[in-house]
C-alpha cells in the first residue's frame, strides 16, 4: 500500500523513505514519522483491541497520552510489549504487531466479548468469582488474564543494556512548548544552569502541531530557532527524547531518556534507555495540556480521535487521517481542527458544535446546537449520527472525526506529592493547586493558560520569578507577538442517549454505563468510583478519561465537579521499562560481590563457592572421583580430624578498636566482661541488641593495654560496625574510643586438626609452644619476617589457631600453608565442613543467631553480666524471656541411624496430635556427621534442657516426614573439649 | 531526599541509613533503671504528624550519626546536627 493519506507539509523527510511492517504487511514512511503517523499515512487505523470487549481501536492522540494503539515493538528479544504507536519514533526495518487479538487483528475471537458485554459492567468480577475461594488463583484469574490482556512478555532476555545518571541544575524546565522554551531562554540567557527535557524527539510541543505564528513566524520555526540558541548556550543542556516521570523530595526528578529507542538497535557502547536523576534548586512544569474526548455511543471507533491529534497528524506529519472529516466540538479549539484541515484541503463534511453560540467558520457545514449521538463502521469509522438543534437526525457519512471536549491541563508531576488541583470553571478543568513540590511552578498551559501567548508569557514571568528566588536580576523582556484567544468551553462530558455505551476510558473500557452503576451502589467518592469501575488505572493513569469519569459522577451525584472529587496522578508519568529502573545491576552486577585474597588459588583447586552477604566463599573442593557433595565434604571433615585442615576465614568481620576507653566500651556492647581480658588473650563475646535478644558473637583479642581486635560474623559485619558507631557518637560520646573496620586488611585462615601446630610451626617464625602461646592466646608474630596475628582459636573444636596476614599476602599465604602442610596431608575445607565441625560441636551459627532468640535460649545465659551495664542487659531479664520452659539448645539425633533430619522440623511428643498446640519448638540446622555415621542437628526445644534423653518426634509439614528423634546434648563431639586444649 | 549534613554539606538521603526516634540518645542506666524504664525507653514513642527528630548514620560517607529534624508530612528537613554533640547537649558522657 502506498502512502495514500500523505498529503502536503509536514516535519517529516521526504527525501529519505524508510520501510517498516505491521502485522507482517510491509509500509512505507518517512523520518520525522511516528508508527501511528505513519500506519494513518498508509489509510491504517485499526492498530489494536481494547482491554476488556476487543472492541475494534485506533490512536485516540498523537502523543504520550495514548490509551489505545498499543503494540508490539520490534521482534525477538528485543521485543516490547504495550509500545504506544503514537510516540514510538518511526526507523527503517521497524516491525511491530498488534497485540491483545487472535487468531488476527481484523477477526478476533474474544471479540465474543462484545456481544456479551451486559455481563462485563463494573463489579463483574467482584461479584461473579466468589465462590468457591480456593478457584479465584487456580481457575479464574488465569483465564480472565489470557483473555484481557496487554501485550505480552517474550521471557528472552534483553540483549541491551540500561545506565543510569545524574545531573544537576539551577532550573529544570519539563516540557518544550512554548511555555517552556520561553522559561529555558529567560533562565539560560541569565546565565543559570538549566536542563530542559521534552519527552518528545523534536522540541517545540504543540508549536510543531499549529499553524500558528509567534512573532511573525511559523511556530514550528521560532521553536527551531529558539532551540538553536539554547543549544549554543554552554549553561543550558537540552535533552529531547527524555520524560521527567516523578518529583521526588528536594527538588529531585526522575526522567527517563530513549537513547536508543529510535535506532534498529543500539550503537555500539550506548545503553537503549537512560534513567536520570536530575538534582534542580528550581523546576517549572510545562508539560502542556492534554485534550478530551466527549463520551457518546460507539465514540471508540478507529478514525475517531481527538480534534487536536488529527490537525497535529495534518499540520506536523502531512497525514489526513481520513478523507471525509468531520468534527464535534464543544470550544473554539476544536473549530481551529476544522480550519487547518480545510486549508490543507482536506473535505471537512460538518463541525457538530454543541454550542448555540459559536463563531461560524466560513465555507464549511457548521451544525450549531448539535451533538454525535452515535457511529457506524465495524473496523473503523464510516459515519456518525448527529442530533440537530431542532432534535431531527441526521446521518453524516465520515471517515475521520475529531472530538474536542476541552484540554485538561497536565498536572501530574505537580500532584505527585499529593497536591490537590483546583477546579477552573472558565477552562471547565483542573489547574495546579496550592502544595505542589517545594521549588515547583507550573507555567503555560499546564497552569492552565492555554493560548500560545499565554504560554510564552507564563514560561517568561515563572522563569524570572525563578531567577529572582536564586538571587539574580533579570529584566523583563518583550515577548512575541502570538494569539492569545479564549477557549470559550461550554462544558459537555457525555451524549446523554439511548441504551449504548460511550466509552469514557477507552484503556480500560469503562464506560458511561459503569459509572451510573457505580453510582447505583454506593462507590460515588473517586477512590471507590475509580476502583469499582477500574477508571484511570491502565497505563495510561486515565490522562483522557478521568476528569470525564468524575463530571460524570458529579451529574448523576447532583455536586458540582470539584465537590465530586479531584484526580491526582502517581509517578510515572508514562510507564518506564523495568530495564531501565534496573540499569546495570542485573545478572551478576545485580550487587556487589566481594573476593577474599586467596580466592585465585580457591578457584584453581576447583573450589565450589557459595554467595555469604557479599563475599564468595569456597563452600568445598571436589577431589577428582568425588561424585557428590557429601563425598567432598565428609573427607575434608575427617581429614581435618584426623590431622589438618585449612580454611578461608577473611571474611569474619574484623575491627579494629583503641583508647583509654576501649575496654570499657567493649564491656558495654558485649554482655560478657572483657575489661578482664589479660593483654595477649582472647575471648569469645556475645553482643545482644537492647531487646535483650542475641546480636551477634565472635572473638575479640586484647592486643594490648588499650587495643582489641573484634571479630563478627560475615553476615554482619556491617551491622555491628554500624551498631558500634552508634554506641560510640550516641550513648557514650565522651569514651575515648577509636574503631576502624579492618575486614579488608587482613587476610585470615584457620589452621585446625591435630597437626595444626605442627604444621604452623613451620610457618610462623615465633615459638608457639603450648606454654608459649597457650588455648585463647593472641598477639603478633610474623611468618618469614613478615608482620602477621596468630590467634589460638577453635570453631571447628580441635587444635586450632587462626593467621592472619596483610591482604596482599594473603594468596602467597595460603600456597605457603598448603606447601608446609603437604607431609601431613593437610586438606582445604570449606563452609559446608566447617557447619558439620561446629554442629558436632555444638557452636551456635546463622540457624540459631536468627534474631529471635536470647542468650538463654542458646545455653549461654550465664554469659550475660549482671554486675555491669551492657546493651540488652536489662531487657533480656524480662519475665518471658527467662521462663524455665522457654526455649533451650539442644542436639538432635534420629533413632533409627539411618533416619533422615530436616531442618525447620518441628518437635512433638511421641503420641502428640500433630497441631499447633504440640508444637515443641523447631529444628534449626542439620548435618550429615561422617564421625557419629548418622544425621545430627540443633535445635530449640521448649525446657530442652529438661528434656536431654528424650525421644520425641521431627515432623515437618513441607516434606511430609515424621521422625522420632533422640534429644541429647548439643555436643556431640569431644565434650569435655580435649583436643583443642592440646 | 537530600541532608544537610553538619559537616560535609548536602548529601543525598541514599547515602544514610536510617534508625528512629533521637529519644533513643536517652538511653537509661542499665544499673539503675528497671525493666519498666527500659521498655518504655525502647519500645515507646510518638509517632507525630510533623517535625520528628530522629537518628540517621552516613554510613556511606564519614560515619557521622545524625540528628535529622524532618517534618513528616512533607519531609522538608528543619536541621540536621551530629548526634554526639545532641547527646552531650543532653548531658551524656561515658
Redesign the interface.
Known amino acids: 500500500m502506498s502512502q495514500s493519506h500523505r498529503i502536503a507539509g509536514g516535519q517529516i523527510d521526504r527525501s529519505t523513505t524508510l520501510r517498516f511492517s505491521f502485522d507482517g504487511a510491509s509500509y512505507a514512511g518517512h523520518p520525522g514519522d511516528t508508527l501511528a503517523s505513519a500506519l494513518l499515512a498508509n489509510g491504517v487505523r485499526l492498530m489494536g483491541r481494547s482491554f476488556k470487549y476487543h472492541r475494534p481501536r485506533g490512536p485516540l492522540s498523537a502523543g504520550s497520552e495514548e490509551p489505545n494503539a498499543l503494540v508490539h515493538l520490534r521482534s525477538g528479544a528485543r521485543q516490547e510489549p504495550n509500545t504506544r504507536a503514537t510516540v514510538a519514533e518511526l526507523f527503517d526495518g521497524l516491525t511491530a504487531t498488534s497485540q491483545n487479538a487472535w487468531p488476527s487483528l481484523r477477526f478476533d475471537a474474544m471479540a465474543i466479548n462484545d456481544r456479551l458485554s451486559s455481563f462485563f459492567t463494573a463489579g463483574f468480577y467482584y461479584k461473579t468469582f466468589m465462590w468457591p475461594a480456593a478457584f479465584w488463583e487456580k481457575v479464574y484469574e488465569p483465564i480472565i488474564r489470557r483473555a484481557a490482556g496487554l501485550g505480552a512478555l517474550t521471557r528472552e532476555d534483553d540483549p541491551d543494556s540500561y545506565d543510569k545518571a545524574f545531573a544537576h541544575c539551577d532550573l529544570l524546565v519539563i516540557g518544550a512548548g512554548p511555555a517552556g522554551l520561553m522559561a529555558a531562554l529567560t533562565a539560560g540567557r541569565a546565565g543559570v544552569r538549566v536542563i530542559l527535557a521534552d519527552e518528545d524527539f523534536r522540541m517545540g510541543g504543540r508549536l510543531n502541531a499549529e499553524v500558528l505564528t509567534i512573532g511573525g513566524q511559523a511556530g514550528g520555526d521560532w521553536a527551531a530557532g529558539v532551540v538553536a540558541e539554547l543549544a549554543s548556550l554552554p549553561n543550558v543542556r537540552l535533552m529531547a527524547r527524555t520524560t521527567v516521570v516523578g518529583a521526588f523530595d528536594a527538588g529531585i526528578y526522575a526522567a527517563v531518556e530513549r537513547v536508543s529507542d529510535h535506532l534498529p538497535v543500539p550503537l555500539p557502547g550506548k545503553p537503549r534507555q537512560t534513567l536520570w536523576r536530575i538534582y534542580s534548586k528550581r523546576a517549572i512544569v510545562a508539560a502542556g495540556a492534554t485534550e478530551r474526548p466527549i463520551a457518546f455511543e460507539n465514540n471508540d471507533r478507529p478514525g475517531i480521535m481527538l480534534a487536536g491529534a488529527l490537525r497535529a497528524y495534518a499540520n506536523r506529519w502531512g497525514v489526513a487521517v481520513g478523507d471525509r472529516v468531520a468534527i464535534f466540538t464543544n470550544n473554539d479549539d476544536g473549530l481551529r481542527s476544522a480550519a487547518d484541515l480545510t486549508a490543507k484541503g482536506v473535505q471537512v463534511v460538518a463541525v457538530i458544535d454543541s454550542r448555540t453560540d459559536g463563531p461560524l467558520l466560513p465555507g464549511i457545514r457548521h451544525l450549531r446546537g448539535a451533538q454525535v449521538i452515535d457511529s457506524t463502521g465495524r473496523l473503523g469509522l464510516s459515519g456518525i449520527t448527529v442530533r440537530l438543534a431542532t432534535g431531527q437526525t441526521e446521518t453524516i457519512a465520515c471517515t475521520a472525526l475529531g472530538v474536542s471536549g476541552g484540554w485538561n491541563p497536565n498536572i501530574n508531576i505537580h500532584s505527585h506529592h499529593r497536591a490537590r488541583p483546583e477546579w477552573r470553571a472558565d477552562i471547565a478543568a483542573f489547574v495546579p493547586g496550592q502544595g505542589g513540590p517545594a521549588g515547583l511552578i507550573a507555567a503555560g498551559a499546564a497552569a492552565g493558560h492555554l493560548s500560545t501567548y499565554g504560554a510564552l508569557a507564563g514560561g517568561h514571568v515563572q522563569a524570572l520569578a525563578v531567577l529572582e528566588s536564586l538571587g539574580i536580576t533579570a529584566t523583563a523582556g518583550d515577548l512575541p507577538k502570538a494569539e492569545d484567544a479564549p477557549l470559550n468551553l461550554s462544558p459537555l462530558w457525555h451524549v446523554p442517549h439511548g441504551k449504548g455505551r460511550a466509552w469514557i476510558d477507552q484503556q480500560n473500557d469503562v464506560t458511561v454505563k459503569d459509572v451510573k452503576l457505580a453510582q447505583q451502589e454506593n462507590f460515588t467518592s473517586v477512590e471507590h468510583l475509580k476502583r469499582y469501575t477500574t477508571l484511570g488505572m491502565a497505563t495510561d493513569q486515565g490522562k483522557t478519561g478521568n476528569v470525564i469519569g468524575i463530571a460524570v459522577m458529579a451529574e448523576l451525584t447532583g455536586r458540582a465537579i470539584p465537590e465530586t472529587g479531584t484526580t491526582i496522578y502517581r509517578p510515572p508519568y508514562t510507564p518506564v521499562a523495568m530495564g531501565a529502573l534496573a540499569g546495570r545491576s542485573r545478572g551478576k552486577e545485580f550487587k556487589p560481590f566481594r573476593l577474599t585474597p586467596s580466592h585465585k588459588w580457591a578457584s584453581e583447586q576447583g573450589a565450589i563457592f557459595v554467595e555469604v552477604g557479599n563475599w564468595l566463599r569456597t563452600q568445598w573442593v571436589p577431589k577428582p572421583g568425588e561424585t557428590t557433595w557429601r563425598e567432598s565434604v565428609d573427607r575434608e571433615v575427617l581429614a581435618t580430624r584426623r590431622s589438618v585442615g585449612i580454611c578461608d576465614v577473611t571474611t569474619l568481620g574484623k575491627i579494629d578498636i583503641q583508647g583509654t576507653d576501649a575496654a570499657a566500651f567493649l564491656d558495654k556492647v558485649y554482655c560478657n566482661t572483657f575489661s578482664t581480658l589479660a593483654v595477649g588473650k582472647c575471648r569469645y563475646g556475645l553482643m545482644l541488641r537492647e531487646d535483650g535478644m542475641v546480636f551477634d558473637d565472635g572473638t575479640t583479642a586484647r592486643l594490648a593495654e588499650h587495643e582489641y581486635v573484634m571479630t563478627t560474623t560475615t553476615a554482619n559485619a556491617v551491622t555491628v560496625f554500624r551498631h558500634l558507631e552508634y554506641c560510640r557518637q550516641v550513648l557514650w560520646p565522651d569514651m575515648d574510643v577509636q574503631i576502624i573496620s579492618t575486614t579488608e586488611a587482613w587476610a585470615q585462615y584457620s589452621v585446625a586438626g591435630p597437626n595444626a601446630r605442627k604444621l604452623l610451626e613451620k610457618v610462623v617464625d615465633q615459638d608457639i609452644s603450648d606454654a608459649a602461646f597457650p588455648y585463647m592466646g593472641a598477639g603478633s608474630v610474623t611468618l618469614g619476617g613478615l608482620r602477621g596475628r596468630l590467634f589460638r582459636i577453635s570453631f571447628s573444636g580441635e587444635l586450632a589457631y587462626e593467621v592472619a596476614v596483610p591482604a596482599r599476602y594473603g594468596d602467597a599465604l595460603m600456597r605457603r600453608l598448603m606447601a608446609a602442610g603437604a607431609e601431613f596431608d593437610a586438606v582445604v575445607y570449606g563452609t559446608e565442613a566447617l557447619g558439620v565441625m561446629r554442629i558436632e560441636k555444638g557452636h551456635v551459627a546463622g540457624g540459631e543467631l536468627n534474631g529471635q532468640s536470647s542468650a538463654l535460649n542458646m545455653g549461654l545465659g550465664k554469659m550475660v553480666s549482671k554486675k555491669k551495664d551492657s546493651i540488652g542487659m536489662v531487657l533480656s531479664q524480662r519475665e518471658g524471656m527467662t521462663r524455665a520452659d522457654g526455649y533451650r539448645l539442644v542436639g538432635v539425633k534420629p533413632a533409627d541411624p539411618k533416619g533422615v533430619l530436616q531442618a525447620g522440623s518441628h518437635f512433638l511428643e511421641v503420641g502428640a496430635p500433630v497441631e499447633l498446640a504440640s508444637d515443641g519448638g523447631w529444628l534449626t540446622s542439620k548435618v550429615y556427621s561422617p564421625h557419629l555415621g548418622c544425621d545430627i542437628a540443633l535445635g530449640y526445644l521448649k525446657a530442652g534442657d529438661q528434656k536431654i534423653g528424650r525421644r520425641m518426634r521431627a515432623v515437618n509439614f513441607l516434606t511430609g516426614t515424621d521422625t522420632l528423634v533422640d534429644i541429647v546434648s548439643p555436643h556431640f563431639f569431644d565434650p569435655d573439649g580435649e583436643r583443642f586444649r592440646g | 531526599?537530600?541532608i544537610p549534613h553538619p559537616i560535609l554539606g548536602p548529601r543525598d538521603?541514599q547515602e544514610f541509613?536510617y534508625?528512629g526516634d533521637a529519644s533513643?540518645?536517652d538511653?537509661?542506666?542499665?544499673?539503675t533503671?528497671?525493666?519498666e524504664v527500659?521498655?518504655d525507653y525502647?519500645y515507646n514513642r510518638d509517632n507525630p504528624a510533623g517535625l520528628h527528630r530522629e537518628?540517621w548514620?552516613h554510613?556511606q560517607g564519614d560515619?557521622?550519626?545524625l540528628v535529622v529534624t524532618r517534618d513528616t508530612v512533607?519531609?522538608?528537613?528543619v536541621s540536621a546536627e551530629?548526634?554526639?554533640d545532641v547527646?552531650?547537649a543532653r548531658g551524656?558522657?561515658?
Open positions: 531526599m537530600i538521603a541509613v534508625l533513643l540518645i538511653r537509661p542506666d542499665g544499673m533503671a528497671g525493666i527500659f521498655h525502647l537518628l548514620y554510613e560515619r557521622s550519626w512533607t519531609h522538608e528537613i551530629l548526634a554526639r547527646a552531650r551524656r558522657s561515658k
